[in-house]
């Protein structure tokens, strides 16, 4: 079992730079797939980012390609996501996942595990 816990949303203008992190526990992390989804409300969930339990590949949605960067440290048990030049249309809940799957696919039913996502709200 894996306990995935968000932090670090919050409201940010256009433009502006956002990071959210997501602690885990439980099974051991640095054998974890890690990925970020968002949704917004009456939408589906939709693939942000993931990363490797290595770290050593990342995939990025081309929608945020160049503006967002995930990382991890796994002597921390902790995910990040670095958002910058954000925009209104990045306005979502974000949502950590973590998968046991290899290789890291940019697909929601690959991940077992979720937080209970952080708020990020980008104002125009």
Not at 35 to 61: C, D, H, M, N, Y
Not at 67 to 72: E, G, V, W
């Amino acid at each position: 079992q894996v306990q995935l816990v968000e932090s670090g949303g919050g409201l940010v203008q256009t433009g502006g730079s956002l990071s959210v992190s997501c602690a885990a526990s439980g099974r051991t992390f640095s054998r974890l797939g890690l990925g970020w989804f968002r949704q917004e409300p009456g939408k589906e969930r939709e693939f942000v980012a993931a990363i490797s339990w290595s770290g050593s590949s990342t995939l990025i949605s081309p929608s945020v390609k160049g503006r967002f960067t995930i990382s991890r440290d796994n002597t921390k048990n902790t995910v990040y996501l670095q958002m910058n030049s954000l925009k209104p249309e990045d306005t979502a809940v974000y949502y950590c996942a973590a998968s046991t799957k290899f290789p890291i696919r940019p697909i929601r039913g690959d991940y077992d595990y979720w937080g209970q996502g952080t708020q990020v709200t980008v104002s125009s």
